[in-house]
């Protein structure tokens, strides 16, 4: 019974969709998948380091979701 409540409480995921605009003036778009609003800027944040890969980027380009 305790299982059953428990899952209950958990927040479920969702995917937010994320724009990132980088110094180049390219506008990258995806989804991730966070629990809330902050925590998807708090991700976003973290690919936009990413982006400045090149081999990274068209990989961001190529698929539209990202974990």
Do not use: C, G
């Amino acid at each position: 019974m305790n299982n059953k409540k428990s899952k209950s409480r958990k927040q479920s995921m969702k995917y937010w969709l994320v724009e990132l605009t980088l110094t180049s003036s390219q506008v990258l778009t995806f989804y991730v998948k966070a629990i809330n609003k902050h925590e998807a800027y708090k991700k976003a944040d973290e690919y936009a380091i990413l982006a400045e890969n090149v081999e990274l980027r068209k990989n961001m380009e190529t698929f539209k979701l990202l974990p």
